[in-house]
């Protein structure tokens, strides 16, 4: 989804001629609209810009900056509405099926509850996340046990807007440092 | 039960309200997989500089042999990179060249393609690169003695790199790799050259093995530190030998300064300055001037590229030449060759 920070030609050359053809194209469709005839002669001019594109792709370079911060901002927008989605509607509409936790009143009025210390042994299971880490391939199988063992299948429901906010995750390009001699 | 009812409805409303965001990003989404897939159709198979590199006993490391291939330089670009059978730069051999370049990667074309290179790029200068990525003025040193009898009656050009050679001179590493280095041995100030360490092991005797910045360090030796004064004590053996081998062979030694970027510019030099709260003050022209008066005492030539470089002969995120920098290095080169025929 994200383009690289540092472009290298070959990024430029396939960003300009896509660009410049794909603009090319759009608009000799429109004119063709105005008046009949006209999209070839802009299609065409569009092949030519895009052939002095992949010649000289360093022209595209302000421009793929632009396009970047613009796709930027849209995942920005994107993954806020993912997770205004999930918290807003997804999590409302659940809860009000319930929860598992005992979360009401309890007997007498009051919220105190008598809790028995764990065993030795159950300790290491309570912090089962983490002491069994699931291989990065694994995760999906891992996810679904959990869920159907917690009582919690819902949770498979989050599964398309996990996959969409990793998709839309943010750009962690690793950015190397500048001024840096790097070759050992 | 109810709440896994109630979530497949939510997830379904969920899913319809996202739809008009997601169709709004599809163009980027288009765009990003297209530059990706076909930039990755036209490029040619790319190697890592780790893997170009191998073990030389006497100088630490050196390109390999016969390559002839893509490197990608993460801050950078893809280049063409073809070294000889000594793993020096290009096709042409000392015994053929008039002008024998030793030098770091400047020298080596590092960061551009072999044919624009500063040593390919002027036909009638039958010039020869001596070098790797990552020497400093020890292991150039090494190289000029090794091959001294192949220099005879040649012009010797040493590039002495203001950003990093002065510092790595000094150090038994550099980033982990062990490189040969200078040390003062007693009181009475003689230095030796030390090799010894050299193995293909890692250095884990001091934390310095990490990836070193320079950018730090460049402060102090523009200025009057103890490092410095180290630095260029180093660099006056160095060049002491280095020059007494040449006149040993009937070559003609030129030492040519290739400035830091950082000097280039002083509002970045004061950057760095304020950065590492450096308070002494610094001098831009001390290292071309401390090293114009050691070649001044041994009647070497010194040119400094301070004076014919600007920072657009420098690649915005590291300190190697673009193919600008290099066609202003060809020319320098083939100005100073063609004096040093007419004197000959």
């Known amino acids: 989804m994200y383009l690289p920070i540092r472009p290298r030609r070959t990024h430029l050359q396939v960003f300009g001629v896509t660009m410049v053809l794909g603009t090319g194209l759009l608009a000799g469709m429109i004119a063709e609209q105005i008046a009949a005839g006209w999209f070839w002669q802009i299609s065409a001019m569009g092949v030519i810009l895009a052939g002095i594109v992949s010649m000289r792709p360093t022209v595209m370079s302000r421009a793929y900056e632009v396009w970047r911060s613009f796709a930027e901002l849209y995942m920005r927008v994107a993954r806020w509405t993912l997770k205004a989605v999930c918290f807003f509607i ?20 009051i919220q105190w509850g008598e809790r028995k210390s764990l065993s030795r042994d159950e300790f290491l299971l309570e912090f089962e996340g983490t002491a069994h880490s699931v291989p990065a391939g694994k995760w999906f199988s891992a996810y679904v046990q959990w869920a159907k063992r917690s009582g919690n299948t819902w949770v498979l429901m989050l599964v398309p807007f996990l996959v969409l906010l990793a998709y839309f995750d943010e750009d962690v390009q690793a950015d190397i440092p500048q001024n840096i001699y790097t070759l050992f | 039960m109810i709440r896994f009812i109630l979530a497949i409805f939510a997830a379904t409303l969920g899913l319809i309200l996202i739809i008009p965001v997601l169709a709004g990003g599809l163009v980027f989404m288009i765009v990003a997989s297209l530059v990706h897939t076909i930039a990755g159709w036209l490029e040619p198979p790319v190697l890592r500089w780790q893997q170009i590199y191998e073990f030389d006993a006497e100088l630490g490391w050196k390109a390999k042999a016969h390559l002839d291939c893509h490197l990608l330089e993460d801050r950078d670009d893809i280049f063409h990179v073809v070294t000889d059978e000594h793993g020096w730069p290009g096709t042409m051999t000392i015994e053929r060249s ?34 790797a990525p990552g020497y400093n003025l020890v292991q150039e040193l090494l190289l000029l003695e090794q091959l001294a009898y192949q220099l005879k009656g040649k012009l010797v050009v040493w590039f002495v790199y203001i950003g990093n050679d002065l510092f790595d001179n000094l150090s038994p590493e550099m980033s982990g790799y062990r490189t040969p280095f200078v040390r003062q041995v007693n009181a009475e100030g003689k230095w030796e050259v030390v090799t010894r360490h050299l193995s293909p092991e890692r250095w884990r005797a001091s934390d310095a093995s990490k990836l070193r910045k320079y950018y730090p360090i460049l402060p102090a030796l523009y200025s009057d530190t103890f490092l410095a004064r180290r630095a260029y004590a180093a660099c006056r053996v160095l060049i002491e030998k280095g020059a007494e081998v040449c006149r040993g062979v009937g070559a003609d030694l030129v030492v040519m300064a290739i400035p830091s970027p950082l000097a280039l510019n002083p ?18 022209e001390l290292p071309d001037r401390e090293l114009a008066e050691i070649c001044r005492e041994q009647a070497v030539r010194f040119i ?8 657009q002969h420098f690649k915005p995120f590291d300190d190697h030449w673009t193919e600008e920098g290099h066609r202003n290095v060809a020319h320098i080169l083939g100005t100073l060759h063609r004096e040093w025929k007419h004197r000959h």
């Open chain 1, 90 to 109: 997804l999590f409302v509409i659940v809860g009000r099926g319930g929860s598992t936790l005992p979360l009401g009143v309890q007997a007498g009025g």
């Open chain 2, 98 to 131: 008039e002008v024998v370049v030793f030098g770091d990667s400047h020298a080596w074309g590092y960061g551009v393609d072999h044919k624009k290179a500063f040593s390919q790029l002027d036909p009638s200068v039958p010039l020869k690169a001596v070098a």
């Open chain 2, 267 to 284: 509002v970045l030099m004061q950057q760095a300055c304020k950065e590492k709260s450096f308070s002494s003050s610094i001098d831009v």
């Open chain 2, 304 to 311: 400094s590229l301070k004076q014919h470089m600007t920072p």
